[in-house]
């Protein structure tokens, strides 16, 4: 059973986009774990440089692809030179997404287009010029990362709540036009975790309270425990999943 090559990721290459920190550097360390070559993806060089040398000093193989993931003309140039210098991208964690709070009636133009442009448009854009690659191949794995809120909503993040909705059905969209050419589209729905994103509310001792108290599980997720879904969807064990979202919240969409 330990040479069970079911969810081994050896000899693949993870492009992962936001993989500076947070979750997407999480994510990148658990694939290069597991056997793949990591691609960490962010906007600037000097942080994922800092990144690389960590995973690299942990003993993975991991380089890195700095390019803005909301500018399409970028995506595209930056996903051609990673398949002809570096080799075919195998698996895309769709992970870049930020976060922006205010009252719905009071929200900004310039907060929504901010969210819509990096949380939705780039997971399109880099999934489209990911999939063109890995399409006439016949194989590859997608990942996007969804939320709790591509189901539920909270006040103050409707339009961070569209987005992530958006996303949802992208991933399906994708999978329904993809599967049939050998592709595996799927969603990865975080609860509420602790990162640099929620710091604020990690420390509002009400919301945790309000949280624990909501979540079956009583507590936060730890950044770690995203890892077993990622492998999962990135290997060979997923290999008839198509279009699914799967949640890991602690139970929260479970339980009203």
Known sequence: MQDNPLFSLAGRRAL??????GIGLTLARGLGQFGAKIVLNGRNSEPLATARDML?????????????????????A?????????????????NAG????????????ADWDALISTNLNAVFFVGQAVARHMLPRGRGKIVNICSVQSELARPGIAPYTATKGAVKNLTKGMATDW????????????????TEMNEKLVADQVF?????????????????ELVGAAVFLSSDASSFVNGHVIMVDGGITASV
């Open 16 to 21: 992962v986009t936001g993989a500076s920190r």
């Open 56 to 76: 690299a000093g942990e003993g993975l193989d991991v380089t890195t692809a700095a390019f803005d993931v909301t500018d399409q003309d970028a995506v595209i």
């Open 78 to 94: 930056g996903v051609e030179n990673i398949e002809y210098e570096q080799g075919p991208i195998d698996i895309l964690i769709n």
């Open 98 to 109: 930020i976060q922006r709070r205010a009252p719905l009636d009071q929200f900004s133009r």
């Open 179 to 194: 599967a049939r050419h050998g592709l595996q589209i799927n969603g990865l729905a975080p609860g509420y975790f602790k």
């Open 208 to 224: 945790t309270q309000w949280l624990c108290q909501r979540t079956p599980a009583g507590r936060w997720g730890n950044v770690e």
